[in-house]
Nanobody, 122 residues
Framework: QLQASGGGLVQAGGSLRLSCAAS????????MGWFRQAPGKEREFVAA????????DYRDSVKGRFTISKDNPKKMVYLQMNSLKPEDTAVYYC?????????????????WGQGTQVTVSS
């Protein structure tokens, strides 16, 4: 089970930190990802991190602004979002891929959190 939190309303250039709490399984072995879906658009990959935390991947538009991290003992994954832009406005979802490969396609992620709204005003 995954529980995302930390969304909110922020002005362009501001920062937010999203959190995702995992429970019910040995999540530290698995890849964790963040996805987002804006109104009228398809869900898209944002970032992912390997089980150990040593391998990360980001979509190009967030590289240098977003940082994904995890705290395995606490079963938490985070998405630090800096220099936010209006185009980052979306519902953000955390997800778990139990195959241990860092991948971008949402079809590989079996478990999903409920989503948290991020709104960036211009």
């Amino acid at each position: 089970q995954l529980q995302a939190s930390g969304g909110g309303l922020v002005q362009a250039g501001g920062s937010l930190r999203l959190s995702c709490a995992a429970s019910g399984r040995t999540y530290s072995w698995y890849v964790m990802g963040w996805f987002r879906q804006a109104p009228g658009k398809e869900r898209e990959f944002v970032a992912a991190i390997s089980g150990s935390g040593g391998n990360t991947d980001y979509r190009d538009s967030v590289k240098g602004r977003f940082t994904i991290s995890k705290d395995n003992p606490k079963k938490m994954v985070y998405l630090q979002m800096n220099s936010l832009k209006p185009e980052d406005t979306a519902v953000y979802y955390c997800a778990l891929d139990s195959t241990r490969f860092v991948r971008r396609a949402s079809r590989y992620y079996e478990y999903w959190g409920q989503g948290t709204q991020v709104t960036v005003s211009s």
